[in-house]
């Protein structure tokens, strides 16, 4: 079973409502050409799937599929007169639709998974041959903060590391995508850089920069005996005065990657 930290909620819902194409996938868009018809595997609550529907227009067709139930609850509210958006509640391994897509696509989904080559493998079985599936994920190793963060937030991100890591999760899984997708049986294989920068002075950079904060909000590395409550409670306290007073910049690490199945 895959775990994840996030848990269902109005809070990580509208997180993910805030997340568009042009911002949060912008590397996507010159692959989106009217009448594709494209699945999004774990769309959240279907905010970039909704930007993907207006690319492909009313000839294409977009199928958003989350395991998270609310997500998809409240996506089907928010976007209900997007005609060509369609958001499904299942697991992308249960997920067996009656026709192929053109292109699939994947955002901050694998980094989550314990099997990727799996799911990967599973993509290619949906896709019509020549489809293309393009995954954006991270390399979370290799996240910049400017200047350091409070040691206690360091110690805790390291945790949080430590904890993916021991749930079988891949903390620089942007870096081993492309053997994956060689393993998986695509070709034509290219990794593009698509790095999420936020700046001190831009509107969003207090909510983003602060993710870390609300990722420390959760107790679940607390009740499975990595972190004292103490030193997590630490960690937002000082961690949400640094990005409030010291931050000047916060740069995550992130790769596209692109294979094609066969014709
Ligand atoms: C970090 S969120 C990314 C949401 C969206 N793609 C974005 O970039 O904002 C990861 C999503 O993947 C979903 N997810 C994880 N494993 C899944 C699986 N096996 N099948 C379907 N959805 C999955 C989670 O429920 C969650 O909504």
């Given at each position: 079973?895959?775990?994840?930290i ?9 997180l ?76 992308l391994?249960?997920y ?79 870096e ?9 049986g ?65 740069t ?7 294979g094609?199945?066969?014709?």
């Amino acid at each position: 079973m895959n775990k994840t930290i996030h848990r269902e909620g109005k809070g990580t819902a509208k997180l993910f409502d805030e997340r568009s194409l042009e911002a949060d996938y912008a590397t996507l868009s010159p692959l989106l050409t009217p009448g594709l018809r494209v699945l999004d595997v774990g769309c959240g609550t279907g905010a970039i799937s909704k930007d993907i529907a207006a690319k492909v227009g009313s000839a294409g067709h977009v199928t958003g599929i989350d395991n998270t139930e609310y997500f998809i609850q409240s996506g089907k509210e928010t976007y209900a007169d997007v005609k060509n958006l369609e958001l499904i509640y299942t697991d992308l391994f249960a997920y067996q639709p009656d026709e192929k897509f053109d292109l699939i696509v994947a955002a901050r989904v694998l980094q989550w998974l314990n099997n990727p080559v799996e799911a990967l493998k599973k993509m290619y079985s949906l896709l019509k041959p020549g489809g293309i599936v393009s995954i954006l994920d991270y390399n979370h190793e290799a996240l910049e903060w400017q200047p350091q963060p409070p040691p206690s937030m360091l110690r805790f991100y390291a945790t949080f590391l430590r904890w993916r890591g021991d749930a079988g999760m891949n903390n620089h899984i942007a870096e081993d995508l492309p053997g994956y997708f060689e393993e998986a049986g695509f070709t034509g294989i290219v990794s593009l850089d698509a790095d999420e920068v936020y700046k001190k002075g831009q509107p969003n950079f207090v909510n983003k920069a602060g993710i870390w904060a609300k990722v420390a909000m959760s107790k679940q590395m607390v009740e499975e005996g990595y972190i004292d409550d103490e030193l997590r409670l630490l960690a937002i306290d000082e961690y949400t005065e640094w990005v409030e007073n010291d931050a000047e910049r916060m740069t995550m690490k992130l790769k596209e990657i692109r294979g094609t199945k066969p014709a």
